[in-house]
């Protein structure tokens, strides 16, 4: 029996994008545990301080909101040694891309010096953000040594980036399992008192993040430094030196994706707040369904990172037509996912809630945001992996632009009309979210089909 034209246009994109698709997803998954593994070290934090009660878990709570917008800013920053070495790999040339590391390493060092001290500054008016005494208090040293954590994180991240610009997602997958291992057991520790150490309560948390972040910072180089599959970038790197065109490319790119980081962070985090001018309940149901999208959204962001790889790859390759089978396939692939997602947000929006409350007010409220989110996480999605195939192509401004346009202009004037002027509540605020992921995914899908086939390869 002869095919129909339609099953035969269906067989051939198959064949065209199966490849892509089995490739993508074993990137994607050890980044995907590497996200989540951060999110558990997190929530054992705030789960082991706030046995300690109400106070001390504030106190966490507002040293770590402060401190985030740092941190972030210097992971999305450190994001752009990925694209320049994928492009080199493609090409090829180990010695490019031991330059790159060697640049980009001392780009993310100095920038990570930046922001820890700009961070210190903020640090002496944490008694001027509206907080009880009491919270500051506890949380100034806790704030300190989380502050002082970035410059690890900037080493660890600089020999991740550069990792998986090699293609290589396993390593710190791995030394996660290491992070949260220590991060737990020094928690115990050190909160506590155990084993003849005082208790330090809150600080005792800052202190063991910190260890554990140096632990993988120490560990990664180790590994660098022994490990056969970096041996020839060891020998290119002796023979490359500091650059400071290579350094100002990698700055001018950095700065905007961790522009891109900060803005849509600030989104939520202001969605958030208008939340809690609502009330409790409404702030209640807002984490519990907020926590469940961040939960799926770690595996968005491994495709998207998967998708970065491959895109930057068949980049320095010149292999256009590769190039953006990768970057769409990578795109099927994260709607799949969040399309499967959406369906066990819908199908378990009552039960989820009961993890977290057994409050029938904040269940009902939940289970209606969850609906909302079954939506907003598939265009959350693909705003992210299309944003990494535009990482790959070292194009940064553009998508900047879009994604203050998206989260700052369009979603938060939205959120705020929806639930105050029209009088949807909680429901008006997650709808901004919805309008901003929306345009952002769209844009963004359409800047990479035009960039993609009109930019010059180098």
Same mark, same amino acid.
């Given at each position: 029996?002869?095919?129909?034209?339609?099953?035969?246009?269906?067989?051939?994109?198959?064949?065209?994008?199966?490849?892509?698709?089995?490739?993508?997803?074993?990137?994607?998954?050890?980044?995907?545990?590497?996200?989540?593994?951060?999110?558990?070290?997190?929530?054992?934090?705030?789960?082991?301080?706030?046995?300690?009660?109400?106070?001390?878990?504030?106190?966490?709570?507002?040293?770590?909101?402060?401190?985030?917008?740092?941190?972030?800013?210097?992971?999305?920053?450190?994001?752009?040694?990925?694209?320049?070495?994928?492009?080199?790999?493609?090409?090829?040339?180990?010695?490019?891309?031991?330059?790159?590391?060697?640049?980009?390493?001392?780009?993310?060092?100095?920038?990570?010096?930046?922001?820890?001290?700009?961070?210190?500054?903020?640090?002496?008016?944490?008694?001027?953000?509206?907080?009880?005494?009491?919270?500051?208090?506890?949380?100034?040293?806790?704030?300190?040594?989380?502050?002082?954590? #970035? =410059?690890? $994180? +900037?080493? *660890?991240?600089?020999?991740?980036?550069?990792?998986?610009? /090699? !293609?290589? @997602?396993?390593? %710190? &997958?791995?030394?996660?399992?290491?992070?949260?291992?220590?991060?737990?057991?020094?928690?115990?520790?050190?909160?506590?008192?155990?084993?003849?150490?005082?208790?330090?309560?809150?600080?005792?948390?800052?202190?063991?993040?910190?260890?554990?972040?140096?632990?993988?910072?120490?560990?990664?180089?180790?590994?660098?430094?022994?490990?056969?599959?970096?041996?020839?970038?060891?020998?290119?790197?002796?023979?490359?030196?500091?650059?400071?065109?290579?350094?100002?490319?990698?700055?001018?790119?950095?700065?905007?994706?961790?522009?891109?980081? #900060? =803005?849509? $962070? +600030?989104? *939520?985090?202001?969605?958030?707040?208008?939340?809690?001018? /609502? !009330?409790? @309940?409404?702030? %209640? &149901?807002?984490?519990?369904?907020?926590?469940?999208?961040?939960?799926?959204?770690?595996?968005?962001?491994?495709?998207?990172?998967?998708?970065?790889?491959?895109?930057?790859?068949?980049?320095?390759?010149?292999?256009?037509?590769?190039?953006?089978?990768?970057?769409?396939?990578?795109?099927?692939?994260?709607?799949?996912?969040?399309?499967?997602?959406?369906?066990?947000?819908?199908?378990?929006?009552?039960?989820?809630?009961?993890?977290?409350?057994?409050?029938?007010?904040?269940?009902?409220?939940?289970?209606?945001?969850?609906?909302?989110?079954? =939506?907003?996480?598939?265009?959350?999605?693909?705003?992210?992996?299309?944003?990494?195939? /535009?990482?790959?192509?070292?194009? %940064?401004?553009?998508?900047?632009?879009?994604?203050?346009?998206?989260?700052?202009?369009?979603?938060?004037?939205?959120?705020?009309?929806?639930?105050?002027?029209?009088?949807?509540?909680?429901?008006?605020?997650?709808?901004?979210?919805?309008?901003?992921?929306?345009?952002?995914?769209?844009?963004?899908?359409?800047?990479?089909?035009?960039?993609?086939?009109?930019?010059?390869?180098?």
């Amino acid at each position: 029996m002869s095919q129909s034209p339609q099953e035969s246009s269906f067989r051939s994109h198959f064949t065209r994008y199966a490849a892509h698709y089995s490739a993508t997803i074993m990137l994607a998954v050890p980044v995907m545990f590497t996200q989540i593994g951060h999110m558990i070290v997190q929530i054992t934090d705030n789960i082991m301080v706030g046995r300690l009660g109400t106070v001390p878990l504030a106190a966490s709570s507002f040293g770590h909101n402060v401190f985030i917008a740092g941190l972030l800013f210097c992971i999305g920053f450190s994001a752009a040694m990925t694209p320049f070495v994928g492009a080199a790999k493609g090409k090829g040339d180990s010695r490019e891309a031991a330059s790159w590391l060697k640049n980009g390493f001392l780009a993310n060092i100095l920038m990570a010096t930046l922001v820890t001290g700009l961070m210190a500054i903020v640090g002496l008016f944490l008694d001027n953000m509206g907080q009880k005494p009491d919270v500051v208090r506890l949380a100034r040293p806790f704030y300190l040594w989380m502050i002082l954590s #970035i =410059l690890p $994180v +900037a080493v *660890f991240q600089s020999f991740k980036q550069f990792s998986e610009g /090699l !293609g290589n @997602t396993r390593v %710190a &997958a791995m030394i996660t399992v290491q992070e949260i291992i220590i991060n737990i057991g020094l928690n115990y520790v050190l909160i506590n008192g155990k084993f003849g150490f005082p208790a330090l309560g809150v600080t005792g948390s800052g202190v063991a993040t910190f260890v554990a972040r140096c632990s993988m910072m120490l560990t990664f180089s180790l590994i660098f430094l022994r490990s056969e599959f970096y041996a020839p970038y060891r020998a290119a790197m002796r023979e490359v030196g500091f650059d400071k065109t290579l350094i100002l490319r990698y700055i001018r790119l950095g700065i905007p994706l961790g522009g891109q980081t #900060i =803005l849509e $962070v +600030a989104a *939520f985090a202001l969605g958030a707040i208008m939340m809690g001018w /609502l !009330g409790a @309940t409404e702030l %209640a &149901a807002h984490q519990i369904a907020m926590g469940a999208a961040a939960l799926t959204f770690m595996g968005a962001t491994g495709i998207s990172a998967a998708a970065t790889i491959r895109v930057s790859q068949f980049y320095g390759a010149k292999d256009r037509v590769n190039m953006r089978s990768a970057g769409f396939a990578a795109s099927h692939v994260v709607l799949a996912y969040m399309s499967l997602s959406a369906l066990a947000f819908v199908m378990f929006r009552y039960w989820i809630p009961t993890i977290y409350i057994q409050d029938a007010a904040v269940i009902q409220m939940a289970a209606g945001l969850l609906m909302i989110a079954a =939506l907003f996480q598939i265009f959350d999605g693909l705003q992210t992996v299309m944003l990494g195939t /535009l990482r790959a192509l070292a194009d %940064a401004r553009i998508p900047t632009i879009i994604a203050f346009v998206a989260y700052i202009v369009v979603s938060l004037p939205i959120s705020y009309g929806a639930a105050f002027l029209l009088g949807w509540r909680e429901i008006g605020i997650w709808t901004g979210y919805l309008a901003g992921l929306t345009v952002a995914s769209t844009f963004f899908y359409l800047r990479f089909y035009r960039r993609s086939r009109t930019i010059p390869f180098v």
